[in-house]
């Protein structure tokens, strides 16, 4: 559904005060103080979230302490849930009578359209079937396509060319660095859904305050890669297991140039802090599926492909090579013992998220993308 008009609704709580309008009558040296938000005000994106949380709280809904854009209405009848972004939102649950009732009571209180079954949002293209569902951004990708003039030019196999390390002094600078900022930009966002090309995204985006040549080839080949997957999309298996597991994997020092390491997670429904931060996402995520009335029913697998990893964290005893990764020790050790996360050891061929890490070659990037669970809408 979507709200028309959305920021004109929200109350004011500061005195702000305007010019009045050419055209419009008024005393010499007055001025008007606005009652209600007006697109445009610093204040109008905080007034009408306060004001549509306010309306439907007397619904009955609360908002997720996770995430405050979540609106929750639990009920004998069942669950409805309501996604607001600005002034779009979702509105599902097992609760057809309260979806229904939700719908009419928020168009009693502000201009609504009905958009129909959810299929279009953000940019995401959802797509329903038997099987579950899918997200793609097709239309998103092919527009990227056009913005970069490749419509004509020939697609690759990899989003990065395996064993090419760029550097902040490759190349030529470039004479204007917009259009290259554009395109990354662009491309960081279509990583929503699109795992497969999140390492080559994370590399190009390195250079953005001074972008050269060669990196500007590999944004293009990013482009190439995505114009020949341009169906690509993640698929949500009506079938699946609601029970969250989670891969873990870092390079080591795989930056040539500042010998920074890449972190990379991914959860289903140097490596230790690594650990650290898929950590912190799954906590999240357990958080999320609670409030969704999905709650975890025991300990989350978290897999990684370093046994000296997993041994720091069941092992009480600080050595000197750990100390400067206490914090993160002391976080994913209080998790492993409230039974919150079980590490286990998973070989690096088998590991999804070393996608997120390094450039393979065609065969290996293949197999890593059916791991992830990213296929294509249309038959190839």
């Known amino acids: 559904m979507d709200v028309k008009n959305a920021f004109l609704n929200g109350d004011l709580e500061e005195e702000v005060y305007m010019k009045p309008l050419a055209g419009l009558h008024h005393l010499p040296n007055k001025v008007c103080r606005l009652r209600r938000a007006l697109y445009g005000l ?202 969250l597991c989670a891969y873990s994997d870092a390079d080591w020092a795989g930056d040539p140039f500042g010998r920074r390491s890449t972190t990379g997670y991914c959860l289903f429904l140097a490596e230790y802090r690594a650990f650290g931060d898929t950590t912190s996402e799954l906590l999240s995520s357990r958080w999320l599926l609670e409030d969704m009335g999905i709650p975890q029913p025991s300990s989350t697998d978290l897999y990684c492909d370093n046994q000296s990893a997993i041994q720091i964290a069941h092992n009480d005893v600080f050595h000197e090579r750990t100390k400067h990764i206490e914090v993160d020790c002391h976080f994913i050790r209080h998790h492993v013992a409230q039974g919150t996360v079980h590490l286990v050891f998973i070989g690096s061929a088998d590991q999804p998220v070393d996608l997120f890490t390094k450039a393979h070659f065609p065969g290996r990037f293949r197999t890593l993308l059916s791991k992830l669970k990213l296929i294509s809408s249309q038959s190839p």
Not at 203 to 208: A, K, L, P
Not at 211 to 218: E, F, K, L, M, N
């Open 42 to 243: 610093k204040q109008s994106p905080r007034a009408w979230y306060a004001k549509f949380s306010a309306t439907v709280s007397e619904f009955g809904f609360t908002s997720s302490p996770h995430d405050t854009s979540l609106f929750i209405r639990k009920t004998a009848r069942g669950m409805v849930l309501l996604l607001l972004y600005v002034d779009d939102m979702i509105i599902t649950g097992d609760d057809v009578v309260g979806v229904e009732e939700l719908k009419q009571s928020l168009s009693q209180k502000f201009e609504m359209k009905d958009l129909g079954v959810l299929s279009y949002f953000l940019g995401l293209e959802v797509t329903s079937s038997d099987d579950g569902y899918l997200l793609s951004q097709v239309k998103y990708a092919s527009d990227l396509v056009s913005k970069a003039e490749l419509n004509d030019g020939k697609c690759v196999s990899t989003p990065l060319e395996p064993n090419v390390k760029l550097t902040p002094m490759d190349g030529s600078p470039l004479s204007d660095p917009t259009r290259y900022r554009q395109l990354v930009g662009s491309l960081v966002y279509l990583t929503t859904i699109r795992p497969d090309i999140a390492y080559a995204v994370h590399i190009v985006s390195q250079f953005m305050a001074a972008p050269r040549s060669t990196h500007y080839a590999a944004v293009l080949r990013i482009i190439r890669y995505v114009k020949g997957t341009l169906f690509h999309g993640l698929h949500f298996s009506a079938n699946s297991s609601p029970v």
